[in-house]
């Protein structure tokens, strides 16, 4: 059964920083993996689609990477800003044909 | 940019009370699924469907969940006797295809059972 940890589980960091949040699954047997964002209470945005032939994606600031074989991805955010305070989750989608997400990373960039 | 509609937002009901929430996937995609989030907990998949039927589902997705496409664009969830564990966002979702498509979801609809 595909397994999704994503860390840290919450990061807190000053405006203008570059950061990274980490996913790993247990099955590298993967289509491809999303990166979502999720602001409280409220639904989940796509960021970034990552087929699992691909090693990354790139969308204004964001930058994911995936290395399937080792069962990790990377998204990459450039000079943050307050606005990017959200959780993040990450979800492969596998032979099961559905989604496993992972429990998220709650990212705070202060003004 | 073409969006999943979901309704009602909020939705407050008693125990035991049948509920059903609504989606509007994208207009061409094949491919749709039910997910829930209790609050606090990691998003899980209940359901998907494609060419009108069930293709998979979780073991949360028991007798008293049924999902059905109506017409031609509604894609409903339907809880039969709700129960106070089946508190949670509840997020339509859909995709063109299984694989090389991303998943686009809706907005959720947060139902609170009392």
């Known amino acids: 059964k595909q397994e999704v940890t994503q860390i840290p589980a919450a990061l807190s960091v000053p405006e203008g920083e570059n950061l990274v949040l980490n996913c790993s699954f247990t099955?590298?047997?993967?289509?491809?993996l999303q990166w979502f964002r999720q602001d409280p209470g409220k639904g989940l945005t796509s960021l970034l689609l990552?087929?699992?032939?691909?090693r990354e994606q790139t969308s204004g600031r964001l930058n994911a990477s995936l290395d399937k074989s080792s069962g990790r991805s990377t998204l990459y955010i450039a000079a943050s800003q307050p606005g990017d305070s959200a959780t993040y989750l990450c979800?492969?989608?596998?032979?099961?044909?559905?989604?496993?997400f992972g429990s998220g990373t709650q990212l705070t960039v202060l003004p | 940019e073409p969006e999943v509609t979901q309704t009602p937002s909020h939705q407050v009901t008693q125990m035991g009370q049948e509920v059903i929430l609504r989606c509007v996937p994208i207009?061409?995609?094949?491919?749709f699924y039910w997910y829930r989030q209790i609050l606090g907990q990691k998003v899980e998949f209940l359901v998907s469907?494609?060419?009108?039927?069930?293709?998979?589902k979780s073991e949360i997705f028991d007798d008293q969940f049924s999902v059905e496409r109506p017409d031609g664009s509604n894609f409903t969830l339907k809880i039969r006797s709700t129960k106070l564990e089946d508190s949670a966002m509840y997020f339509c979702?859909?995709?063109?295809?299984?694989?090389?498509?991303?998943?686009?979801f809706g907005s959720g609809t947060r139902l609170t059972v009392v």
């Open positions: 469907f494609y060419n009108n039927e069930i293709s998979e």
């Open positions: 979800a492969v989608s596998g032979s099961a044909r559905q989604l496993t």
């Open positions: 099955d590298s047997a993967i289509y491809n």
């Open positions: 990552i087929q699992s032939s691909q």
């Open positions: 979702a859909s995709s063109a295809d299984q694989t090389h498509y991303g998943y686009t």
């Open positions: 207009s061409n995609h094949l491919y």
